[in-house]
């Protein structure tokens, strides 16, 4: 079948549950053939209203190529005297004096910690899995793997205090611990 001369094809449905009481035939068409006519420009709503001259003189940059658009950019940079370059240091500027403004600068104070267990000597192993398993609610296969391969890190966000008790309880065992 060629494309140019079937536009639908037809579809027939019928319910064979419930029998209507003349079989009529219920048809779908669907469309093969591609739209003929196409949107090739979608004009945004402009918030601002321009005189006409912007306008046409907006149209025309719009329709540049790429090349076209440099050698335009190269012009008015030459022409005027200007560069996209001589912009920055004002706009650092203003960001300086902005920020100048906030005030001194306040350093936050860290609230969470992380506890890393750097070594086990072997002579102290059970002992820090005891400890571990006493500080976490691991099994004893989950903490003997935690102090294998170490340095790892045994407790994530946790308070200072918290932090201080658990490396206080697992240097106490025989580990070497950092709070970091």
Do not use: C
């Not at 009481?21 to 093969?32: D, E, G, K, L, Y």
């Not at 005027?80 to 004096?97: D, I």
Request: proline letters at 7%; glycine letters at 4%.
């Amino acid at each position: 079948m060629a494309a140019n001369t079937l536009s639908t094809i037809s579809l027939a449905l019928r319910s064979p549950s419930y029998p209507s009481p003349a079989p009529r035939p219920t048809f779908v068409h669907f469309p093969t053939a591609k739209p003929t006519h196409r949107l090739t420009h979608f004009r945004p709503i402009s918030a601002v209203s321009a005189p006409e001259k912007i306008e046409e003189l907006g149209a025309q940059i719009s329709s540049l190529t790429l090349e076209e658009a440099k050698t335009l950019v190269d012009y008015l940079q030459e022409k005027l005297g200007v560069s996209a370059a001589s912009f920055a240091p004002v706009a650092v500027a203003g960001a300086a004096v902005a920020g100048a403004d906030a005030g001194p600068a306040v350093v936050e104070e860290k609230t969470e910690f992380d506890v890393v267990i750097e070594d086990v000597p072997s002579a102290s192993r059970i002992s820090v899995i005891k400890a571990v398993r006493a500080l976490t609610s691991l099994a004893l296969k989950e903490a003997k793997e935690l102090i294998e391969g170490l340095p790892k890190k045994f407790k994530e966000g946790v308070s200072k205090d918290e932090a201080e008790e658990a490396k206080k309880q697992l240097e106490e065992a025989g580990a070497k611990i950092a709070i970091v």
